[in-house]
């Protein structure tokens, strides 16, 4: 069964560091993409980037460019999103979604089960 | 960015309606449309990819139709376990965007 687990809720201070993780399983992880959508009641489902972890070759939506960094270490088939220095606006769940193709079209499955963060002073 | 719009933004049906909802794209995204289900408390989950491919093991009441700008989701008879917020979401272009979703609830 292809999977992706993340890590558990956070709740973090404005200014603190953090770093969630997405593992996969059941499939090959270096060769999909995985993407990471961030959830908000005001804003709903939002595309913040992906990483091929083959190659760490990393896309981001200009909305999320340096304010996060997406890695991922292969060689325990888990991705991560960071953030150096949280905002209370950062406060979400987080879902990885694998990416995957067919026929020139692209969409996301599966996903993982997300991860709440909540920073708040 | 492409704008992604559906509607309504919410209904109310009961159990062996028709509903159909609507998404309309910004500009042309030729059949990079999927739609996704979410119920309280769990990730989105794939239904349809492609505008019109049923992903597997999704019931065959589920069917998407479109191209272009204009697409609609169509659950034929609605069941009890079909009542959750519905997404849309284009793959053309990047950034990948998503619709604001339609929560369906029972009448």
């Known amino acids: 069964e292809v999977q992706l687990v993340q890590s558990g809720a956070e709740v973090k201070k404005p200014g603190e560091s953090l770093k969630i993780s997405c593992k996969g399983s059941g499939y090959s992880f270096t060769t999909y993409w995985i993407g990471w959508v961030r959830q908000t009641p005001g804003k709903g489902l939002e595309w913040m980037g992906m990483i091929y972890p083959g190659d760490s070759d990393t896309r981001y939506s200009p909305s999320f460019q340096g304010q996060v960094t997406i890695s991922a270490d292969r060689s325990i088939s888990t991705a991560y999103l960071q953030w150096s220095s949280l905002k209370t606006s950062d406060t979400a769940i987080y879902y990885c979604?694998?990416?995957?193709?067919?026929?020139?079209?692209?969409?996301?499955?599966?996903w993982g089960q997300g991860t709440l963060v909540t920073v708040s002073s | 960015d492409i704008q992604m719009t559906q509607s309504p933004s919410s209904l109310s049906a009961y159990v062996g309606d028709r509903v159909t909802i609507t998404c309309r794209a910004s500009q042309s995204i030729s059949s990079s449309l999927n739609w996704y289900q979410q119920k309280p408390g769990k990730a989105p989950n794939l239904l349809i990819y492609?505008?019109?491919s049923l992903q597997s093991g999704v019931p065959s009441r589920f069917s998407g139709s479109g191209s272009g700008t204009d697409f609609t989701l169509t659950i034929s008879s609605l069941q009890p376990e079909d009542f959750a917020t519905y997404y849309c979401q284009q793959s053309y272009s990047s950034p990948w965007t998503f619709g604001q979703g339609t929560k369906v609830e029972i009448k």
């Open positions: 979604a694998r990416r995957t193709t067919g026929g020139g079209r692209v969409w996301f499955d599966p």
């Open positions: 492609a505008a019109s």
